[in-house]
């Protein structure tokens, strides 16, 4: 069952948590349906284990003949993976940064993606959808070259892609974040390595504060709401070291161990 983010009369963001059983290895990740008058898109589709479940669910809220757009904030596998599965099911288009426009092919079967891709230049834009507008911030480097935050002015809700992650189950990504101390061992280590540079963050933290947020939603993990847990948030990234912050010669050493054991099956 999907969480209802937002739903008005006309307008709706619906977040899906669990599609991925908890024994797969692959991590938890979120989808989002927004359906705006009739017309919808699907931010960060996900890889093929999502897939049959998001399409069925989708389908209990919306026709899939009026998906519009598929909007991948990178071109990452859990982001994107499922593409030729979309496209066959669906007219929708894929919107995403230019940067993957001739990689984001591979992901699908020969020549599929001709005239269905929407490629998105380094500044983003505003997207239409039904009667209102999806805003395609630029995030470049949290955590990919080319990509993409979504800012949705009706619900006012920003989609973060893999800034603002945790790492938790389906189930307690359903439970939104109001404080945000307690929630940080579940961030920290994944924010360490995988975003870019504290110039990045500190960037896009002064961006991203002009908005009227009323929530931050990652596509892994809990969302995060209330304006003091926001507040902290950007506080949080402005400060945080990561990513070439915390590399250097020690990191970059000729190996000397073998590798190669086989991982203990998980259970
Ligand atoms: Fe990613
Ligand atoms: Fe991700």
Not at 47 to 60: K, Q, S, V, W
Request: proline share 6%; glycine share 6%.
């Amino acid at each position: 069952m999907p969480a209802e983010l937002y739903r008005d009369d006309h307008h709706a963001c619906y977040m899906f948590s669990d599609l991925i059983d908890e024994g797969e290895d692959a991590v938890q990740a979120n989808q989002f349906l927004i359906i705006d008058h009739d017309r919808g898109a699907i931010i960060d589709p996900g890889g093929n284990i999502a897939f049959n479940e998001l399409f069925l669910g989708m389908t209990r809220h919306f026709s899939p003949q009026k998906l519009s757009y598929l909007v991948a904030s990178h071109a990452d596998p859990d982001i994107i993976a499922s593409l030729d599965r979309w496209l066959t099911s669906t007219s929708a288009q894929l919107v995403i940064s230019r940067v993957w426009e001739r990689f984001v092919p591979h992901f699908a079967k020969s020549g599929k993606t001709q005239e269905r891709m929407i490629p998105v230049s380094d500044a983003g834009g505003r997207l239409p959808l039904g009667e209102s507008e999806l805003w395609i911030l630029p995030a470049h480097f949290l955590h990919a070259e080319g990509n993409f935050h979504f800012y949705d002015p009706v619900s006012r809700i920003l989609f973060t892609g893999d800034l603002g992650v945790s790492m938790t189950t389906g189930a307690q990504a359903l439970r939104p974040v109001r404080e945000l101390q307690p929630h940080l061992p579940l961030m920290e280590g994944f924010h360490r390595r995988y975003m870019v540079s504290n110039k990045v963050l500190r960037l896009w933290a002064k961006m991203a504060r002009q908005l009227e947020i009323s929530m931050l939603v990652p596509q892994h993990g809990a969302p995060i709401t209330g304006a003091q847990a926001i507040a902290d948030f950007f506080d949080w990234v402005e400060s945080l070291q990561c990513g070439i912050d915390l590399f250097d010669q020690s990191n970059y050493q000729l190996p000397t161990a073998a590798i190669g054991a086989l991982r203990p099956a998980r259970r």
